[in-house]
């Protein structure tokens, strides 16, 4: 049974400098970085490849239009496995030894370096993806990077995900930030906090698998040990209005969906990794962000079609992951993530919007890709290698070039959303009617007969429960009054037996 999805958000890529606001994330050249290190240190650093300890560093920063020199930034290594690549990547902190100091607004940058990705544009590319479908922005640009005279290579430039970017992209900045690593999956393992901070991350250098970034000396992780014990316990109507309570839903299906359009596996959803969680003060919310997103379009490291995988069945279900799987058990979430999904390969990686931007950013690069020698150290990478990423396999972790694996993931996307059958759930959904709608003091709700009462909740935007009521057994239709509701957008929500139902609604 075919169903139309129509798109829910429609942004443009713009055709210059997307999101650019400063010559730190000029999207239009690529800026050169130059850093004046002690050889010692420099040293130390390329042996010592686990430490974080930042040394001192002289940073000079060529726009084009001209130069900036920063004295005594931090400079070290940064990266999981990549620390173990001859082409490495850094981070750059200038608050480090000057505090408070911002360069451009930012305190801190990332400068990777793309060594298993032969087109060197898959992490850049995945934030321009995320930036244009809403998401809450990261800046990137590509740099030119020289150490001590020595030309080390081209490199992404990421903006740091911090206090700073907090406070740039919700305006906001007093929550909990969590990085979140393998084997980082939101499974309970009671309400000790402790059993959260002993998690250890899978990455080289170690540290907790749920890693707060903030408030360090408070160390309350009280708001993620509520969230995990909201996901064990049943996926039921109290579930579906709780959650919404806790976390930005649809910022969450959202980027579910991207992952998939993507083939970002190394994620939440397939591989327990790579994501933040941020709870915000104001909203008293979740907020869901990718990163590390270099495993993505075509990339594979352990034996996957990630261009072919089922769409609607991405995530990992030989372990838990139920933050997922609660989540898209719900017909009215589900929906809502094969909505995203139906707008993401329509509008956002369609070839005729998202492959001349891909041109562009080869053709900005090209030059500098040419000249870096360090690229090839580690699969050696030849240039005709850097070409064919963008249109053919390259090697064994790359069967795809960019372009192919977006048209056949569009192909199978489209295909898989189209063409499969409507769940039991879904048609259950579809059998919730409600009228007048929009309504003022009474609405009316339909639906099918069942042989046992169901419970049903009438919630705000916000998952705040404002009714609550019990539908009898072969009860079909009620009039419900919602003379005393503000006006606004609400959700009345029906658990028939182990389904869920919910439409939205309008009180005026």
Avoid at 90 to 111: A, H, P
Avoid at 318 to 340: D, I, M, N, T, W
Wanted: hydrophobic fraction near 35%.
């Amino acid at each position: 049974m075919k169903k139309l999805i129509l798109p829910i958000f429609l942004i443009a890529f713009k055709a210059t400098g997307l999101f650019s606001q400063t010559t730190l994330f000029d999207n239009s050249r690529v800026s050169s970085v130059y850093i004046e290190i002690h050889p010692d240190s420099l040293a130390y650093i390329m042996t010592h490849v686990l430490s974080d300890h930042y040394f001192k560093a002289r940073f000079v920063y060529d726009h084009g239009t001209g130069r900036d020199t920063l004295p005594d930034v931090g400079f070290r290594l940064r990266g999981n496995t990549s620390r173990y690549a001859q082409k490495k990547s850094f981070k750059i902190s200038f608050n480090e030894y000057v505090s408070g100091r911002k360069y451009q607004g930012v305190k801190k940058i990332n400068l990777n370096g793309q060594h298993n990705d032969p087109t060197l544009i898959r992490e850049k590319l995945f934030y321009d993806t995320w930036n244009k479908a809403g998401m809450a922005e990261r800046r990137t640009s590509f740099v030119r990077l020289f150490i001590n005279q020595s030309y080390y290579g081209l490199y992404t430039n990421l903006e740091e995900f911090d206090k700073e970017w907090l406070d740039r992209v919700y305006n906001e900045k007093s929550g909990n930030l969590y990085k979140c690593t393998y084997p980082a999956d939101l499974v309970y393992f009671g309400n000790d906090q402790l059993s959260y901070k002993n998690i250890m991350s899978g990455s080289a250098t170690g540290g907790r698998a749920y890693d707060l970034q903030t408030n360090e000396d408070q160390d309350n992780y009280s708001d993620l040990v509520g969230l995990i014990t909201l996901l064990d316990g049943p996926a039921d109507t109290v579930f579906a209005v709780q959650i919404g309570q806790q976390i930005n839903v649809d910022g969450f299906l959202k980027a579910f969906a991207l992952d998939v359009a993507t083939g970002n596996w190394d994620d939440y959803m397939y591989n327990k990794n790579n994501y933040f969680l941020y709870y915000r003060t104001d909203t008293q919310k979740f907020e869901f962000i990718s990163y590390d997103t270099d495993n993505t379009f075509g990339v594979d490291w352990i034996g996957v079609d990630w261009a072919t995988r089922d769409c609607l069945d991405w995530y990992n279900h030989g372990e838990q992951r139920p933050l997922a799987r609660k989540l898209l058990s719900l017909p009215v979430f589900y929906e809502r993530y094969r909505r995203f999904l139906d707008t993401i390969t329509r509008e956002v990686t369609l070839p005729d919007s998202i492959f001349p931007h891909i041109d562009g950013l080869k053709n900005l690069i090209v030059q500098a890709v040419q000249e870096d020698n360090f690229r090839k150290l580690d699969y050696g990478y030849t240039i005709n290698d850097f070409f064919n990423g963008f249109s053919q396999t390259v090697d064994g972790h790359t069967p795809y070039g960019i372009k192919p694996f977006l048209e056949k993931r569009r192909e199978m996307t489209m295909d898989q959303i189209s063409t499969s059958t409507i769940s039991e759930n879904a048609e259950k959904e579809n059998c919730l009617e409600l009228f007048p709608n929009p309504a003022t003091n009474e609405i009316r709700m339909k639906l099918k007969t069942s042989d046992h009462t169901r419970t049903c909740l009438i919630a705000d935007i916000q998952g705040r429960v404002c009714r609550k009521f019990v539908l009898e057994k072969n009860q079909q239709s009620r009039l419900l009054d919602i003379s005393g509701l503000k006006e606004g957008l609400y959700f009345l929500t029906v658990a028939d037996n182990d389904h869920i139902m919910s439409k939205l609604f309008i009180k005026q």
